[in-house]
């Protein structure tokens, strides 16, 4: 997020037809140009990666925010929640702790992005074998039900009627560095955003290179696949879910969902 805010000592007063004006220096009102957005050489070729994008997504955060207020309730809000997440990144990392520091079961991402209702991390997949993958989205499963069972326990002991759920959305596929690399875009990221929302589902994921079937086991979930169609992405696009949450849906949020033939 780039901010540009004018300082009085970028005004100057001319006389023009005997008639002081305001106004705002030529080389400060230049300054209002995309270099501000801290992308570097925007021009420069893109370089592609293979990552896992993943979208968290306060369900509620807009109304949140229209309480009585909000200059007070929402900075103490995501100070604390934006601590929470990190933190919970952090701990399902670690495999064994160390004096020294850490073994762990997966590396850390290596974006992180603020998007004002939730927040994107962004995995570096090219040395990561299948196993360190999944235990992505098992971890990211976990940190979305510590958001209910955890951390919502506690803050609505100090903000009122707080975002009531952590959604999350998970792609698997190819990024494009922009400018200098610090930032990226890609399909990925597009499906892991509309993945996080999708038909009233809180936690949902890509078939696409990650398979279901391996991670049953370990989250004593059982997970199904469906055929679905998203907007701005592609139709009957693979996605996996919790049966046992799609059973808690609607049925026209149900029949949005299509079974193989």
Same mark, same amino acid.
């Given at each position: 997020?780039?901010?540009?805010?004018?300082?009085?000592?970028?005004?100057? *007063?001319? /006389?023009?037809?005997? *008639? *002081?004006i305001d106004v705002v220096k030529k080389e400060v009102f230049d300054n209002f140009n995309e270099s501000?957005?801290?992308?570097?050489? /925007?021009?420069?070729?893109s370089t592609l990666t293979n990552a896992i994008s993943v979208m968290f997504d306060l369900e509620g955060f807009t109304n949140f925010?229209?309480?009585i207020d909000p200059q007070l309730a929402v900075p103490e809000y995501l100070s604390d929640f934006l601590?929470?997440?990190?933190?919970?990144?952090?701990?399902?990392?670690?495999?064994?702790?160390y004096d020294e520091g850490y073994t762990t079961y997966m590396d850390l991402p290596f974006l992180s992005k603020y998007l004002g209702d939730g927040i994107l991390f962004l995995w +570096?997949?090219?040395?990561? +074998?299948?196993?360190?993958m999944l235990n992505i989205v098992t971890s990211m499963s976990e940190i979305c039900a510590k958001y209910e069972r955890d951390f919502l326990p506690n803050i609505i002991k100090? /903000?009122?009627?707080?975002? !009531?759920?952590?959604?999350?959305?998970?792609a698997r596929g /190819?990024?494009? !560095?922009?400018?200098?690399?610090?930032?990226?875009v890609g399909p990925c990221i597009n499906m892991s955003a509309r993945l996080q929302k999708l038909n009233s589902l809180s936690f949902c994921f890509s078939r696409r290179g990650l398979n279901p079937e391996h991670l049953e086991e370990e989250m004593e979930k059982s997970i199904i696949t469906k055929k679905v169609d998203i907007r701005g992405i592609g139709s009957d696009e693979l996605v996996c879910f919790f049966e046992a949450e799609y059973d808690m849906l609607s049925a026209e949020d149900k029949s949005k969902f299509k079974n193989f033939d």
């Open positions: 997020m780039a901010t540009f805010k004018l300082k009085s000592t970028d005004s100057i *007063k001319i /006389i023009k037809e005997e *008639k *002081k501000i957005l801290g992308l570097g050489k /925007i021009e420069t070729k925010c229209k309480q601590s929470w997440i990190f933190s919970q990144v952090r701990k399902e990392t670690i495999e064994t702790t +570096d997949t090219e040395e990561m +074998d299948d196993t360190a100090k /903000i009122s009627s707080p975002p !009531s759920k952590l959604r999350c959305g998970i /190819i990024i494009y !560095s922009v400018g200098n690399g610090n930032d990226f």
